[in-house]
T-cell receptor, first 112, second 113 residues
Framework: SQQGEEDPQALSIQEGENATMNCSYKTSINNLQWYRQNSGRGLVHLILIRSNEREKHSGRLRVTLDTSKKSSSLLITASRAADTASYFCATDRGSTLGRLYFGRGTQLTVWP | EADIYQTPRYLVIGTGKKITLECSQTMGHDKMYWYQQDPGMELHLIHYSYGVNSTEKGDLSSESTVSRIRTEHFPLTLESARPSHTSQYLC????????????FGEGSRLTVL
Protein backbone atom coordinates (compact mmCIF):
# COMPACT_ATOMS: atom_id res chain seq x y z
CA SER A 1 0.00 0.00 0.00
CA GLN A 2 1.11 3.53 -0.68
CA GLN A 3 3.10 5.21 2.07
CA GLY A 4 4.13 8.60 0.78
CA GLU A 5 1.55 10.85 -0.80
CA GLU A 6 3.08 13.65 -2.83
CA ASP A 7 1.24 16.86 -3.49
CA PRO A 8 0.68 18.32 -6.00
CA GLN A 9 0.59 15.51 -8.56
CA ALA A 10 1.85 17.94 -11.20
CA LEU A 11 3.51 21.34 -11.01
CA SER A 12 4.35 23.66 -13.89
CA ILE A 13 6.54 26.74 -13.38
CA GLN A 14 8.86 29.11 -15.23
CA GLU A 15 12.63 29.00 -14.98
CA GLY A 16 13.87 31.00 -12.03
CA GLU A 17 10.81 30.33 -9.90
CA ASN A 18 10.86 28.17 -6.80
CA ALA A 19 9.14 24.78 -6.76
CA THR A 20 7.66 23.31 -3.60
CA MET A 21 6.49 19.73 -3.32
CA ASN A 22 4.91 18.12 -0.29
CA CYS A 23 4.83 14.60 1.03
CA SER A 24 2.60 13.12 3.70
CA TYR A 25 3.04 9.71 5.24
CA LYS A 26 1.14 7.51 7.65
CA THR A 27 3.51 5.67 9.98
CA SER A 28 6.50 6.49 12.14
CA ILE A 29 9.79 6.70 10.30
CA ASN A 30 13.53 6.56 10.88
CA ASN A 31 14.22 8.75 7.90
CA LEU A 32 12.62 10.19 4.78
CA GLN A 33 14.30 10.46 1.41
CA TRP A 34 13.62 12.35 -1.80
CA TYR A 35 14.42 10.97 -5.22
CA ARG A 36 14.27 12.34 -8.73
CA GLN A 37 13.36 10.42 -11.87
CA ASN A 38 13.84 11.71 -15.38
CA SER A 39 11.38 10.33 -17.92
CA GLY A 40 12.05 6.68 -18.66
CA ARG A 41 15.07 6.48 -16.36
CA GLY A 42 15.92 5.14 -12.94
CA LEU A 43 15.63 7.11 -9.72
CA VAL A 44 18.43 9.24 -8.35
CA HIS A 45 18.78 9.99 -4.65
CA LEU A 46 18.60 13.67 -3.77
CA ILE A 47 18.58 14.01 -0.01
CA LEU A 48 17.90 12.10 3.21
CA ILE A 49 16.50 13.65 6.37
CA ARG A 50 16.44 11.76 9.65
CA SER A 51 13.45 11.74 11.96
CA ASN A 52 15.30 13.90 14.53
CA GLU A 53 16.13 16.57 11.94
CA ARG A 54 13.80 19.40 10.96
CA GLU A 55 15.55 20.90 7.97
CA LYS A 56 18.32 20.01 5.59
CA HIS A 57 19.95 21.77 2.65
CA SER A 58 21.84 20.53 -0.37
CA GLY A 59 22.69 23.08 -3.05
CA ARG A 60 19.39 24.47 -4.37
CA LEU A 61 17.41 21.88 -2.41
CA ARG A 62 15.82 22.46 0.97
CA VAL A 63 13.94 19.71 2.75
CA THR A 64 11.85 20.09 5.87
CA LEU A 65 10.37 17.38 8.05
CA ASP A 66 7.53 17.71 10.55
CA THR A 67 7.11 14.38 12.30
CA SER A 68 4.16 15.64 14.35
CA LYS A 69 2.25 16.25 11.11
CA LYS A 70 3.88 13.33 9.31
CA SER A 71 4.82 15.55 6.43
CA SER A 72 7.84 16.75 4.49
CA SER A 73 8.44 19.36 1.84
CA LEU A 74 11.04 19.68 -0.89
CA LEU A 75 11.89 23.16 -2.12
CA ILE A 76 13.90 23.67 -5.28
CA THR A 77 15.05 27.26 -5.56
CA ALA A 78 15.74 29.10 -8.82
CA SER A 79 14.40 26.23 -10.95
CA ARG A 80 15.98 25.36 -14.26
CA ALA A 81 14.55 23.56 -17.28
CA ALA A 82 16.89 20.68 -16.41
CA ASP A 83 14.97 20.22 -13.13
CA THR A 84 12.02 18.88 -15.14
CA ALA A 85 11.43 15.40 -13.72
CA SER A 86 9.27 13.42 -11.31
CA TYR A 87 10.11 13.76 -7.64
CA PHE A 88 9.32 10.99 -5.15
CA CYS A 89 9.45 10.84 -1.40
CA ALA A 90 10.23 7.53 0.26
CA THR A 91 10.07 6.38 3.85
CA ASP A 92 11.19 3.31 5.75
CA ARG A 93 7.98 3.01 7.81
CA GLY A 94 10.17 2.69 10.89
CA SER A 95 11.72 -0.53 9.62
CA THR A 96 15.41 -1.23 10.11
CA LEU A 97 15.56 -3.67 7.20
CA GLY A 98 16.45 -1.04 4.60
CA ARG A 99 13.21 -1.26 2.60
CA LEU A 100 11.77 1.95 1.20
CA TYR A 101 8.16 2.78 0.34
CA PHE A 102 7.49 5.33 -2.37
CA GLY A 103 4.63 7.64 -3.22
CA ARG A 104 3.29 8.41 -6.71
CA GLY A 105 5.50 11.41 -7.17
CA THR A 106 5.12 15.00 -8.30
CA GLN A 107 5.70 15.69 -11.98
CA LEU A 108 7.58 18.99 -12.19
CA THR A 109 7.80 20.84 -15.49
CA VAL A 110 10.03 23.90 -15.69
CA TRP A 111 9.50 26.04 -18.79
CA PRO A 112 12.41 28.02 -20.22
CA GLU B 1 26.85 7.92 -10.94
CA ALA B 2 25.61 4.57 -9.64
CA ASP B 3 27.41 1.40 -10.70
CA ILE B 4 24.29 -0.66 -11.17
CA TYR B 5 23.30 -1.93 -14.56
CA GLN B 6 20.14 -3.37 -16.01
CA THR B 7 19.68 -5.19 -19.28
CA PRO B 8 17.81 -5.08 -21.50
CA ARG B 9 16.62 -1.48 -21.30
CA TYR B 10 13.69 -2.25 -23.58
CA LEU B 11 12.10 -5.60 -24.40
CA VAL B 12 9.05 -6.39 -26.53
CA ILE B 13 8.01 -10.02 -26.52
CA GLY B 14 5.03 -12.22 -27.20
CA THR B 15 2.79 -13.87 -24.65
CA GLY B 16 4.10 -17.10 -23.17
CA LYS B 17 7.79 -16.34 -23.61
CA LYS B 18 10.28 -16.77 -20.79
CA ILE B 19 12.28 -13.65 -20.00
CA THR B 20 15.09 -12.76 -17.64
CA LEU B 21 15.86 -9.20 -16.66
CA GLU B 22 19.46 -8.81 -15.59
CA CYS B 23 20.71 -6.57 -12.78
CA SER B 24 24.33 -6.23 -11.74
CA GLN B 25 26.08 -3.89 -9.34
CA THR B 26 29.79 -3.40 -8.75
CA MET B 27 29.53 -1.62 -5.40
CA GLY B 28 29.61 -4.75 -3.26
CA HIS B 29 26.20 -3.95 -1.79
CA ASP B 30 24.53 -6.69 0.22
CA LYS B 31 20.96 -5.51 -0.26
CA MET B 32 19.24 -5.54 -3.63
CA TYR B 33 15.68 -4.83 -4.65
CA TRP B 34 13.30 -5.12 -7.60
CA TYR B 35 10.56 -2.51 -7.94
CA GLN B 36 7.75 -2.45 -10.50
CA GLN B 37 6.50 0.91 -11.74
CA ASP B 38 3.59 1.69 -14.06
CA PRO B 39 3.50 5.14 -15.74
CA GLY B 40 2.61 7.91 -13.32
CA MET B 41 2.37 5.49 -10.44
CA GLU B 42 4.36 4.71 -7.32
CA LEU B 43 7.05 2.08 -7.16
CA HIS B 44 5.98 -1.28 -5.77
CA LEU B 45 8.54 -3.59 -4.17
CA ILE B 46 8.23 -7.06 -5.70
CA HIS B 47 11.43 -8.79 -4.51
CA TYR B 48 14.40 -8.11 -2.28
CA SER B 49 17.55 -9.79 -1.08
CA TYR B 50 19.79 -9.16 1.92
CA GLY B 51 22.66 -11.20 0.59
CA VAL B 52 23.74 -14.31 -1.26
CA ASN B 53 21.11 -17.07 -1.16
CA SER B 54 18.62 -14.71 0.48
CA THR B 55 15.47 -13.71 -1.42
CA GLU B 56 12.10 -12.48 -0.19
CA LYS B 57 8.86 -11.46 -1.83
CA GLY B 58 7.86 -7.83 -1.58
CA ASP B 59 4.56 -6.13 -1.02
CA LEU B 60 3.17 -6.49 -4.52
CA SER B 61 2.37 -10.02 -5.55
CA SER B 62 4.36 -10.95 -8.60
CA GLU B 63 4.58 -14.06 -10.74
CA SER B 64 8.25 -13.38 -11.28
CA THR B 65 11.08 -15.11 -9.43
CA VAL B 66 14.56 -13.96 -8.46
CA SER B 67 17.85 -15.54 -7.47
CA ARG B 68 20.96 -14.28 -5.66
CA ILE B 69 23.82 -16.66 -6.29
CA ARG B 70 26.45 -13.92 -6.39
CA THR B 71 26.55 -10.65 -4.45
CA GLU B 72 26.70 -8.55 -7.58
CA HIS B 73 23.97 -10.26 -9.56
CA PHE B 74 20.18 -10.26 -8.95
CA PRO B 75 18.26 -11.44 -12.03
CA LEU B 76 14.46 -11.48 -12.30
CA THR B 77 12.71 -14.17 -14.35
CA LEU B 78 9.21 -14.50 -15.76
CA GLU B 79 8.56 -18.08 -16.86
CA SER B 80 5.60 -17.21 -19.06
CA ALA B 81 5.07 -13.55 -19.84
CA ARG B 82 1.57 -12.11 -20.14
CA PRO B 83 0.30 -8.65 -21.20
CA SER B 84 -0.40 -7.89 -17.52
CA HIS B 85 3.38 -8.04 -16.94
CA THR B 86 3.89 -5.01 -19.15
CA SER B 87 5.60 -2.47 -16.92
CA GLN B 88 8.90 -0.84 -16.00
CA TYR B 89 11.11 -2.90 -13.69
CA LEU B 90 13.68 -1.06 -11.59
CA CYS B 91 16.56 -2.72 -9.79
CA UNK B 92 18.23 -1.04 -6.82
CA UNK B 93 20.92 -1.77 -4.28
CA UNK B 94 21.92 -0.46 -0.89
CA UNK B 95 24.91 -0.68 1.35
CA UNK B 96 24.75 -2.08 4.86
CA UNK B 97 23.24 -0.02 7.61
CA UNK B 98 19.78 1.16 8.54
CA UNK B 99 19.78 4.51 6.80
CA UNK B 100 21.13 5.17 3.38
CA UNK B 101 20.18 5.78 -0.16
CA UNK B 102 19.11 3.29 -2.78
CA UNK B 103 21.11 3.22 -5.98
CA PHE B 104 18.89 2.51 -8.98
CA GLY B 105 19.59 1.11 -12.39
CA GLU B 106 18.13 2.73 -15.49
CA GLY B 107 15.23 0.29 -15.59
CA SER B 108 13.96 -2.36 -17.97
CA ARG B 109 10.79 -1.49 -19.82
CA LEU B 110 8.93 -4.69 -20.69
CA THR B 111 6.08 -4.85 -23.19
CA VAL B 112 4.26 -8.15 -23.61
CA LEU B 113 2.07 -8.39 -26.69
Amino acid sequence: SQQGEEDPQALSIQEGENATMNCSYKTSINNLQWYRQNSGRGLVHLILIRSNEREKHSGRLRVTLDTSKKSSSLLITASRAADTASYFCATDRGSTLGRLYFGRGTQLTVWP
Amino acid sequence: EADIYQTPRYLVIGTGKKITLECSQTMGHDKMYWYQQDPGMELHLIHYSYGVNSTEKGDLSSESTVSRIRTEHFPLTLESARPSHTSQYLCASKDRGVAGELFFGEGSRLTVL
